[in-house]
């Protein structure tokens, strides 16, 4: 942390640096397929940690930050399009850098009125401000850490724990700045440093029992961590044998969980975990069933006028989202809202958006109720709280009959299946500016 007192934009421009050079060696990459998903696996990761280092610029003067999330966004289409990259440019933008000049640049800003949800890309570094000026960006990252850490370290010493290491790395992953995902898993990873040690305190004496016990003590959690890995559920249409929701487990089989009317057509499937129910749309019957994620007999748990379809089909994308159960209708162009009762049961459906025929499927942003919904007919809408929507994506930027979106920290992937154009299926990556 010391080094960016004078260099505040080190540890970005280093994990961008990283990201264009793993890009480049990705998109030169040359043998087997095996030899590529690893590349592709390695620059995928790359790009995805460079989005986690690099904070949201909030001040419109930040323009250094800016630049370096211009050149991530250069790195991430490569990734996608390795063919059309230049792997030279790309490490020549690495090792530039690398060094104490100024932010490469990679082309003219976008015209206003044509930046994904505020993603901004201006591409010129800020003037070089005086050392003293740059202070107040690390100092409250600084003092906290510092204080989190002190007063970790000094409690697990009350408590008579004579080397509180975990602690100290404990409470310094949870007050990093700019980790996203940290934040929200703070609890998680509190819990699970906690339980950890107190498995580890349990383990010790029945290890140094003997060598077989040690033995078989790493088997037993190695079976334990495995059966802990939830299963993955997909949905499968068809003949009366096959309709309905599958789940697998690593390593395992696949087999049906439940049956589903094999005259309907399951579309989507959202997962409650806290209660361990799948919920499924049927778009031909305008229903949202409900299912045991241990397998069982599939109920009818929503239905109703607004599920129902017009002319080809209804509820269509699913998602729980703060106590609610969420869905789309494709003929109707709408966003509903269920909310799920204290005994489990569906309330009246509420409509909160309309206006968006040919609405697919649809993931929400991490800010409130404001999400992002698949169209049909080329198309990608923001839609607000309030029901108002924007477009953010079209055609002009290769959609091709995007089915579903998903968003992951500041990344948005928009995969396009191409059944009504019948040409160049993809997946579109846009960056999600919060």
């Not at 992953?173 to 906690?194: F, H, I």
């Not at 961590?225 to 487990?249: K, Q, S």
């Not at 439940?258 to 129910?277: K, S, V």
């Not at 569906?346 to 958006?353: K, L, N, T």
Request: aromatic residues 6%; glycine residues 8%.
């Amino acid at each position: 942390m010391a080094p960016g007192l004078l260099r505040p934009h080190g540890p970005e421009r280093r994990a961008t640096a990283h990201a264009l050079d793993t890009v480049a060696a990705y998109a030169a990459v040359s043998g087997t397929a095996e030899v590529q998903v690893k590349a592709h696996t390695a620059a995928a990761a790359a790009v995805q940690a460079a989005w986690q280092c690099l904070p949201a610029a909030g001040a419109r003067h930040d323009l250094t930050r800016r630049s370096l999330r211009r050149l991530v966004a250069c790195a991430e289409v490569a990734v996608t399009a390795p063919g059309d990259a230049d792997p030279e440019r790309l490490q020549a933008w690495a090792r530039n850098l690398r060094g104490a000049g100024p932010i490469p640049y990679v082309g003219p800003s976008v015209p206003d009125g044509e930046e994904l949800l505020d993603v901004d890309a201006e591409t010129t570094a800020s003037p070089r401000a005086a050392w003293w000026s740059r202070h107040n960006l690390l100092a409250p990252i600084a003092v906290r850490t510092g204080i989190g850490c002190a007063l970790a370290g000094y409690a697990s010493l009350a408590l008579g724990i004579g080397r509180p290491y975990w602690a100290l790395v404990t409470a310094a992953s949870l007050y990093q700045a700019n980790l996203t995902l940290t934040r929200r898993r703070a609890v998680e990873r509190v819990v699970g440093s906690l339980i950890g040690v107190l498995a580890f305190a349990a383990v010790v004496p029945i290890a140094h029992l003997h060598p077989a016990a040690l033995v078989l003590c790493f088997l037993a959690f190695c079976f334990a961590a495995a059966a802990l890995i939830g299963p993955n559920y997909w949905l499968h249409t068809g003949t009366a044998d096959l309709t309905g929701v599958w789940a697998i487990r690593p390593g395992g089989r696949p087999h049906r969980i439940a049956a589903l009317p094999a005259d309907g057509l399951p579309n989507g499937l959202a997962l409650d975990r806290r209660t361990g129910r799948l919920y499924v749309t049927d778009s031909v019957h305008g229903i949202v069933y409900r299912v045991p994620v241990r397998g069982g007999e599939a109920v009818v748990w929503a239905e109703g006028e607004a599920l129902e379809p017009s002319s080809f089909a209804g509820a269509n994308g699913i998602k729980l989202h703060h106590g609610a159960v969420w869905a789309t209708n494709l003929d109707k162009g709408t966003v509903l809202r269920i909310p799920v009762t204290a005994r489990g049961t569906a309330s009246p459906v509420q409509v909160r958006a309309t206006g968006m025929p040919s609405i697919d499927d649809f993931a929400f942003t991490g800010h409130g109720d404001t999400l992002l919904a698949a169209r049909d007919d080329n198309q990608v809408d923001l839609v607000r709280p309030d029901g108002t929507h924007t477009a953010v994506l079209t055609a002009a930027a290769g959609l091709q009959t995007p089915t579903s979106v998903a968003v992951h920290g500041h990344t948005v992937y928009v995969p396009s299946a191409a059944y009504l154009t019948n040409k160049d299926p993809n997946l579109l990556v846009a960056h999600l500016d919060r």
